[in-house]
């Protein structure tokens, strides 16, 4: 896995594969992220660094770091108010960790050379014959966040209940009513199950902890 491609709905790709050469990727150039530094091999940290070189140049970093940080968290969007809020908390922790003491300015270098959260990573979306992966019966399917960190692959995920509920107009209650959604919480199995075959770890959080439980928490949960 070279690329990842980020976005509410999966991203149209054309992906090209030459002998003796990287298979290269083309998509639109906001929702891909590289796994690779040029030729020198794989990264083992993706860090804010690195997503932000595949857009500009040294000098635009602070600027593009900002515009960045404002671009994940509208693809997050309003609509999806945990993911955000997570988003906006591990965010402000992170830059907590760079201020200069006595001072309210970041050591920006330092923060730079963090791991980036990235939000909405899509899943299983390569072609069969490049997956390193048995196949399974789960399509192409997105994530909440995804980080690599150290050489580990880090899924992050968010459930409620209304993941394995689904709502039915109910002639009893004379309305809409709640049943749990046996193929819902099958399809979530699996895709859990593709996710450590392909060498992911898979963290899963209630909203409730992010709504109640100190960034501290989720930080050591992760091992970051």
Known sequence: MDFLLLGRELPAFELRIDVGRPPSLR????ALVRLRKGWYGRL???????????????????TAYDMAIQRFADLLGKDHPVQLMFFERYVKWQESQYIVPGTHTKDFEGLLEEPALLPFVW????????SRTPSTLTAPFRVDFAMIVENRRVVIEFDG????????????????????CPERFTLHLRQDRWLRRDNWEVFRFSHQEVETEPMELFIAELGL
């Open 27 to 30: 998509c639109a150039h906001k």
């Open 44 to 62: 083992e940290t993706l860090r804010w660094l690195d997503v932000l070189l595949e857009d500009v140049e040294v000098e635009a970093l602070h």
């Open 123 to 130: 899943m299983n979306w390569l072609p069969g014959a490049l």
């Open 161 to 180: 209940l209304t993941e394995f509920t689904q709502y039915n107009l109910d002639p009893q209650l004379r309305g809409m009513g709640a049943h749990l």
